[in-house]
């Protein structure tokens, strides 16, 4: 099996930065596209950013292009979230997420895309 761990959220202030982290292990031999999901209290779970990891394109929530940035080290098998000049509206849990193979029937925005998922890490930015 796959086990995902997010790390690097915390408390920040608007305008700060952080990078989170997810590491993988088990069987990630045959990775095709990770993501970053997140989640406010009382909201349902939205997409954030994912990248594919053979091409490492790279995909975002309009809310987050210009100030955040996913990366890979396929080496690690382990992606990256840069959150740059981070807002109030940023708070949530975010949760990393992997899909073993494409799926055509399914959008890559929505987490019935992945099959795998870590516990979460939360973000909280402060006024």
């Known amino acids: 099996q796959v086990q995902l761990v997010e790390s690097g959220g915390g408390l920040v202030q608007a305008g700060g930065s952080l990078r989170l982290s997810c590491a993988t292990s088990?069987?990630?031999?045959?990775?095709?596209?990770m993501g970053w999901f997140r989640q406010a209290p009382g909201k349902e779970r939205e997409f954030a950013a994912a990248i594919t990891w053979s091409g490492g394109t790279a995909y975002y929530v309009d809310s987050m292009k210009g100030r955040f940035t996913i990366s890979r080290d396929s080496a690690k098998n382990t992606v990256y979230l840069q959150m740059n000049n981070l807002k109030p509206e940023d708070t949530a849990v975010y949760y990393c997420?992997?899909?073993?193979?494409?799926?055509?029937?399914?959008?890559?925005?929505?987490?019935?895309?992945?099959?795998?998922w870590g516990q979460g890490t939360q973000v909280t930015v402060s006024s």
């Open positions: 997420a992997l899909a073993v193979r494409p799926n055509y029937s399914v959008s890559l925005f929505k987490a019935g895309r992945y099959d795998y």
């Open positions: 088990g069987r990630t031999d045959n990775i095709h596209t």
